[in-house]
């Protein structure tokens, strides 16, 4: 069984610029979060997707959205893109009862 | 609100030790779920287990063991005879809400503890 991929793994960026990052889900997977893990901060939760509607969201500027496809795939996007955004971008899939299953992550970095 | 501590930041211990990772969590809720997940240097996150708030029994899998205890709050996790291939950063996390039971997390992580194994 495939596990939790996300695309790209590392990304470079300058100021100002917008970033769409993707996760495709374990197959069965319904659910959807995804977290921005930076060494301040740590691991955050951004917002979670269940059947292509948001269901939470965390405490982030609207500049950070994502939506979710009907194979369930997602994406999230980041606009206007800031310095502090630079982190560690985590999906994880989840369905039934199963656990959270995280993917490798994107690097992202804003310059 | 939710909330959970990691109070140690950075453990090192020398191999075959036994090592314990404390969490201590906050929640309003009566129905939460808790988790333990280890992050090595390339970053993805391992599930190690999860555990619902209902069930306090104990678990051993292999070196890794977990003690739940509601009246502390706390989920602590221990490794026996550690490895060096135990060295990561471990995290401990908490989901609420209604959604949780369906397998819908919303996770609130600890900050994470480093381990250090030394040969």
């Known amino acids: 069984k495939a596990g939790v991929t996300q695309t790209p793994r590392y990304l470079i960026k300058t100021r100002g610029q917008q970033v769409t990052l993707s996760c495709s889900p374990i197959?069965?997977?319904?659910?959807v979060s995804w977290y921005q893990q930076t060494p301040g901060q740590g691991l955050q939760f951004l917002f979670e997707?269940?059947?292509?509607?948001?269901?939470n969201k965390g405490n982030f500027p609207g500049r950070f959205s994502g939506r979710q496809f009907s194979n369930s795939r997602s994406e999230m996007n980041v606009s206007t893109l800031e310095l502090g955004d630079s982190a560690l971008y985590l999906c994880?899939?989840?369905?039934?009862?199963?656990?959270?299953?995280f993917g490798q992550g994107t690097r992202l970095t804003v310059v | 609100a939710q909330k959970v501590t990691q109070a140690q930041t950075e453990i090192s211990v020398v191999e075959k030790e036994d090592v314990t990772l404390d969490c201590v969590y906050e929640?309003?809720?009566?129905?939460?779920?808790l988790f333990w997940y280890k992050q090595p240097p390339s970053g993805e996150l391992v599930f190690l287990i999860r555990?619902?708030?209902?069930?306090?029994q104990n678990e051993i899998s292999g070196r890794y063991s977990w003690n739940f205890q509601k009246s502390t709050s706390s989920f602590n996790f221990t490794i026996t005879a550690s490895q060096v291939v135990d060295s990561a950063v471990y995290f401990c996390?908490?989901?609420?809400?209604?959604?949780?039971?369906?397998?819908?997390?919303?996770?609130?992580f600890g900050k994470g503890t480093k381990l250090s194994v030394i040969p």
């Open positions: 996390a908490l989901s609420e809400g209604i959604y949780s039971g369906a397998g819908s997390y919303q996770l609130t």
């Open positions: 555990r619902n708030s209902f069930d306090e």
């Open positions: 197959s069965g997977h319904r659910s």
């Open positions: 997707y269940f059947s292509e509607t948001q269901r």
């Open positions: 994880a899939s989840s369905g039934g009862q199963s656990e959270a299953f």
């Open positions: 929640t309003r809720d009566t129905t939460y779920y």
